[in-house]
C-alpha cells in the first residue's frame, strides 16, 4: 500500500476515533491526511471506499489475530493466544475494532468485498472454537460455540471501550477477560466431555 494511501487511512482512523463516521467527510479526511480531496478520490473513490479499506484491514486483523491452527500448544490454550490477540487488536486498533463491530454508520453498507473478509474472519473464529468440541459436532452447535466465544469477549472489549472502571487498568482488564473466558472454556469442554487439555 502506498504511502499516500496509508497516511489516508490514518487520517480517517483518527477522525473516527473523534467523532465517528460523520465525522469522516472527504473533506476532513484530506485536510487531516494533507492531501487533496482528488486525492482522496482517486486513492479510495470517496468516503465508502475508505471505509471499505478500513472494514477489511479491520478483519484481516481479527483473522491474523486467530491465526493460529499450526501451534502445538494444547487446544485450550490455542484458543486462549487467539482470544488475547483478539483484546490486543481492539486496544492497537480501536478505530477499526469500532467501525467493524457496532459503531457504523447507518448509511454504510460494507462492499461484497468487506463483507467476504468478515465471513473469513468468522470462520477462522468457528475453526478455532471447534478445537474444543468433539469431531462430530455439527456444523450448527460450533457456529453457536464461536458466537458464545465471540459474544463474550466483545462484551468485555465493548465495557474497556465505553465503561471501565478507574478501579482496573487496562492490561488487569485483559487479564480479567482471558481468565473469565478460561472458565467458559473450561465450562464448554465439561459439556462436551472432551478431556481438558493440560
Do not use: C
Amino acid at each position: 500500500m502506498s504511502d499516500a494511501r496509508n497516511t489516508i487511512l490514518k487520517a480517517a482512523s483518527e477522525l473516527f476515533l473523534e467523532g465517528g463516521t460523520s465525522a469522516l467527510s472527504v473533506r476532513a479526511i484530506s485536510k487531516r491526511a494533507g492531501v487533496s480531496t482528488i486525492g482522496i478520490y482517486s486513492h479510495f473513490k470517496g468516503k465508502q471506499g475508505i471505509l471499505d479499506e478500513l472494514y477489511i484491514e479491520g478483519f484481516e486483523k481479527v483473522f491474523s489475530a486467530m491465526d493460529i491452527l499450526d501451534t502445538h500448544a494444547p487446544v485450550r490454550d490455542v484458543i486462549l493466544q487467539g482470544v488475547k490477540g483478539y483484546l490486543e487488536l481492539a486496544d492497537q486498533y480501536e478505530a477499526h475494532y469500532r467501525l467493524i463491530f457496532g459503531e457504523g454508520d447507518a448509511g454504510y453498507l460494507p462492499s461484497e468485498e468487506a463483507q467476504a473478509m468478515a465471513e473469513k474472519a468468522f470462520k477462522k473464529l468457528v475453526d478455532i472454537s471447534s478445537l474444543i468440541l468433539p469431531e462430530d459436532t455439527k456444523k450448527a452447535e460450533k457456529q453457536r460455540v464461536a458466537l458464545e466465544i465471540w459474544a463474550f469477549v466483545h462484551g468485555y472489549v465493548s465495557l474497556k471501550h465505553h465503561a471501565i472502571s478507574t478501579l482496573i487498568s487496562p492490561v488487569e482488564w485483559n487479564s480479567l477477560a482471558l481468565s473469565a473466558l478460561a472458565t467458559h472454556i473450561d465450562a464448554i469442554i465439561t459439556k462436551h466431555a472432551v478431556p481438558i487439555p493440560k
